[in-house]
């Protein structure tokens, strides 16, 4: 029995660790801290533009084609500004919306032209100055895929401004202006959705039922709402909900619908049931997605995540772990202690068989005994 509870003690500072720097989070203003910028970006159309006054890049181009997008950068202001342009492929964000500020360059697998691999930024465009009350056009260099496809490129022109930088507390706030640049051969594609998997999760000090979901299509889906909720496997009982209005994906993309947990969660398997439906126009009627996926919570996610919840300051898990760490000491020193007591009764027992066997032996050595002798 006490080594069961000595194993248990031990299984559970194993579990405290990984939570013991959890607590400790930064949060952010969104406008706290971040200057006023005079920079207006303002398309300039081009020759393969598809209708106008769209305020961004909508090119329809044959394979291997090339032409340069121009953009005018304005700078209001009576200062110097430096920027800095990037090309970026559109993502779809955790809020189911489409985000053209995101300049990772890992892509979805499904995506096989990103849009930065077609434009060439020029180098000096990293660190570019606009004169002080100074409007100027720039260009970047655009060629097409040399092999048709169906459907189409998206993803924009991020001009962020280098000055526009403050910190406050460790904490960077930076905005840009994007301005989206979407490329076709002309040829339409649909949209399409796949659950690719679904799990329960620890993230930003909040447990979550995460399902991801992609988009493997070359092409955008808009005017979407979520609907997910979670059961027992089973059992048609909702535990948990979550509903997103206003859904858009981008084309060859994934992103993580997030299932608030909030509170404890007990080991077990589970049933995700979530449907996405769609308004777009390019469907003759609403269409509508349903995905149903099994997931397991395993004990030592449930004791996990529970304890994470209660919000307790990492200084409070040291004190439990030292704590803990004196009670194993604690225990083993008892079992060592019995052990020892346990041989010294042996040792005390040994010796007392000895000596009350000492007497018969003298008995037996003069078995004859005392002679009497007459007078």
Do not use: C
Not at 227 to 236: F, P
């Amino acid at each position: 029995m006490r080594r069961h509870r000595v194993g248990w003690l031990l299984a559970l500072l194993l579990l405290l660790a990984p939570l013991s720097d959890q607590g400790r989070t930064a949060h952010a203003d969104g406008t706290k801290g971040v200057q006023s910028v005079p920079l207006s970006v303002i398309p300039v159309t081009n020759t393969y533009q598809i209708g106008r006054n769209k305020g961004y890049f909508d090119l329809k181009m044959a394979p291997g084609q090339s032409t340069e997008l121009q953009v005018k950068l304005a700078n209001s202001g009576r200062d110097p500004l430096v920027v800095r342009v990037d090309a970026t492929a559109a993502s779809t964000n955790d809020s189911a919306q489409v985000d053209y500020t995101n300049t990772k360059t890992t892509y979805d697998a499904t995506m096989k032209y990103p849009l930065p691999t077609l434009i060439k930024i020029p180098k000096s465009y990293q660190r570019l100055t606009i004169p002080a009350r100074t409007t100027a056009t720039y260009h970047l260099p655009l060629t097409m895929p040399s092999k048709a496809f169906d459907g189409v490129i998206l993803g924009g022109l991020r001009v962020r401004p280098v000055t526009a930088t403050t910190k406050q507390s460790g904490i960077s706030n930076q905005y840009a202006y994007v301005m989206a640049v979407q490329l076709s051969n002309g040829t339409a594609a649909r949209p399409d959705l796949t659950l690719k998997s679904v799990e329960v999760a620890r993230v930003a000090n909040q447990t979550t039922v995460n399902a991801t979901l992609q988009n493997p299509e070359a092409a955008l889906l808009l005017k979407g709402k979520i609907e997910a909720r979670v059961t027992k496997q089973g059992q048609n009982r909702t535990l948990k909900s979550l509903v997103m209005n206003e859904a858009s994906t981008a084309p060859n993309s994934r992103f993580t619908v997030k299932v608030p947990w909030g509170g404890a969660i007990a080991p077990g398997a589970y049933t995700l049931h979530l449907t996405y439906r769609s308004t777009d126009k390019q469907f003759f009627s609403p269409r509508t997605w349903t995905f149903t996926k099994n997931f397991q919570v395993t004990t030592l996610q449930a004791m996990q995540y529970t304890l994470a919840e209660l919000h307790i300051p990492w200084w409070a898990y040291a004190l439990l772990v030292l704590i803990l760490l004196l009670l194993v000491i604690v225990i083993i020193l008892l079992l060592k202690r019995r052990k020892g007591g346990k041989q010294r009764d042996k040792d005390s027992l040994d010796e007392s068989h000895f000596d009350r066997a000492d007497p018969g032996l003298g008995h037996a050595a003069g078995e004859r005994g005392p002679r009497r002798i007459d007078g």
